[in-house]
């Protein structure tokens, strides 16, 4: 099964979607050739999935295999299980839930949107040349989660696209997993013991991107010696080095924070270049999907050209535009596959027997695609799905929905990332048409998260009010 797996790595998501249609309950053994150790059970159906995130939780693990694949992540949230994860996972969780840290991201979100995002298409615009959308968007991202953890801003998205050195290495890093996942552990733990291939590549990377953490790390804590009484909302970095419970303090070391700042990079910034570029690429070829959620815009706030700032509550208001980005992240899930290792012997919903120490890959990309679970127009963006008789949200389960994954380990960032990923299309929509160029067309990148692999190749115009209202007209 390895062989046309390699030679069809270009689509190999649609590949396993395939596959796994023709199996029973879409679940199968994967075996790779016996000096290979690569034996997986892979499976894309929602009660295989609810039973080993939710159900039987403390029986399915990342693991030993996961930790040395993903050692870049550190001691991490995403690297951790038991007691680590569950420290890490109440630390966030106090911090996200806090209204203050929502309205400290918004801030920071919206600063960047007027002073680079836009700035930007406007020279792009004027300049009438092509630009790279997911480019754009890594820049941003990067800038947006640099300052929401760090307190810095690289400032990477300017006219000029700089090369930033640790948005560079940082990429690389995640290249370089994902090339993990493919090839046996066998040989890539041999290119790391002689530093040849990816793994030299690796190397190298963690070394760029670890000196720019620590470098932040060391100038916040003299920024905390220097003024200890700052109560208002700073970055995180700041925030868990004077961490306090109840009347004691709690120290956190540099290892620790730089682990802290290389999950929330991966958690916080790639998701969201991901979503808003598979987002906008599908709004672009859906000219009607854009004019609903103009209309909406206009309906809700009187005119479309918002240049008032619009609260979180307004936000929720924007039903459809929730819809569109549900259904860009059902079709494209930024992270597309996920896999778990089973502690004890165990049977899956689906009959399937589990061995000890099995490791189970679960493939979110085709759970977006099964006509049992989406129906038959499963494959069709259609924002509509989402919205209810009454004009609400539809509830859908999230072990079908699984773009966040589910049970106790359920993405912490979903209500920010929903904020982030509505204002920067707002912002955009609401003054610019982006054409995809003519002939472009996307390929799935190899990485553990999903983006374009050719970059998302587009051209900006002004959006002009008449154009705007004669969209609405076709509507009508
Ligand atoms: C479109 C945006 C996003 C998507 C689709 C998404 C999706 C996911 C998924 C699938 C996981 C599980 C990964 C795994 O266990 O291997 C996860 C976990 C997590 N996400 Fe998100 N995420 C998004 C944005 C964010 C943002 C903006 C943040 C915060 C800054 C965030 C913070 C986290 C954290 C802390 C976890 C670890 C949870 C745990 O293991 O207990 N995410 N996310």
Partial sequence: MLLPLFWNLWQVHDLVTEALKQQHRSTCEFMGPWFTNMNYLVTSDPMNVHHMM??????????????EIFEAFGDGIFNADSEKWKYNRS??????????????????????????????????????????????????TFNNICSVVLGCDPNCLSIDFPDVACEKAFNQIEECIFYRHIVPKSVWKLQKWLQI?????????????????????ESRRKDIRKCSKNMEMVDLL???MKEEKGSQVVVHDDKFLRDVAFNLFVAGRDTITSAL?????????????????????????????IEKKLGIYELKKLVYLHGAICEALRLFPPIPFER???????????????????????????????????????????????????????????????????????????????IQIKMTTIAILSKYCVQVVDGHVPILSHSIVIVM???LKVKITKMIFFLKEDKLAYLN
């Fill in 54 to 67: 939710s159900k039987c939780f403390d029986n399915y693990v990342k693991g030993q295999e996961f930790h």
């Fill in 91 to 140: 630390l966030f969780h106090s911090i996200f839930k806090q209204r203050d840290f929502e309205l400290f991201q918004k801030k920071i979100i919206q600063n960047k949107l007027e002073r680079s995002l836009i700035p930007l298409f406007d020279h792009v615009q004027q300049q009438g040349s092509v630009v790279d959308l997911q480019d754009v968007f890594n820049r941003f």
């Fill in 197 to 217: 291939g990816e793994e030299k590549k690796m190397t190298k990377a963690c070394k760029v991107f670890d000196q720019f953490v620590y470098a932040n790390i």
């Fill in 238 to 240: 700041t925030t868990l």
């Fill in 277 to 305: 570029t598979w987002l906008l690429y599908l709004i672009a070829t859906h000219p009607l999907v854009e004019a609903k959620i103009l209309e909406q815009i206009k309906e809700n706030f009187g005119t479309i050209n």
């Fill in 340 to 418: 778990k290792q089973a502690i004890k012997g165990d049977i899956l919903p689906s009959g399937h027997i589990v061995n000890p120490n099995t490791i189970i890959l679960f493939f979110l990309y085709s759970m977006g695609r099964f006509e049992e679970i989406w129906g038959k127009d499963c494959l069709e963006f259609k924002p509509e799905r989402w919205i209810s008789e009454r004009g609400g949200i539809v509830h859908t389960p999230s072990y079908k929905f699984i773009s966040y994954n589910a049970g106790p380990r359920t993405c912490l960032g979903k209500d920010l990332s929903f």
């Fill in 453 to 455: 692999k050719n970059g």
